[in-house]
């Protein structure tokens, strides 16, 4: 099993991802200061943490957020003990294309979410 790693590169294709993910999220957090607190992890598992002005963790803006990017068909979990943290752990085999149509999927979802027209408001 582990040959898999070493034939198709998965190793080199992990670290790739995990840069392009983690500066995709830093880009994220750059646009969205107030909201998005924390950028952390590991390789290719990497999270966001979504926190409201005050920077308590923000729940509802997750939601919000996960609502919209399932809407634009992009698939995010939350997770967290304040359920205010998204995780990205996607199968090594996806490409670098893929990766950047998520994360654009993923910065119209924040934008979406903090407009007071938002899928999961109009929901409500």
Excluded: W
């Excluded at 500066?23 to 590991?42: F, K, N, S």
């Excluded at 698939?75 to 996806?94: D, E, Q, S, T, Y």
């Amino acid at each position: 099993m582990l040959d898999v790693f070493e034939q198709d590169g998965l190793l080199d294709q992990a670290q790739q991802l995990g840069a392009a993910l983690r500066h995709g999220l830093h880009e994220l957090q750059q646009r969205y200061p107030a909201v998005v607190g924390d950028v952390r992890g590991l390789g290719f598992m990497q999270a966001i943490e979504l926190v409201s002005a005050d920077g308590a963790p923000d729940a509802a803006l997750t939601q919000r957020v996960i609502d919209e990017a399932r809407e634009r068909g992009l698939l995010i979990i939350k997770c967290g003990i304040h359920r205010n943290v998204i995780r990205f752990l996607a199968p090594l085999v996806m490409t670098l294309p893929q990766l950047h149509e998520a994360l654009e999927i993923l910065n119209r979802a924040f934008a979406a979410a903090n407009s007071p027209t938002s899928c999961s408001r109009r929901r409500a």
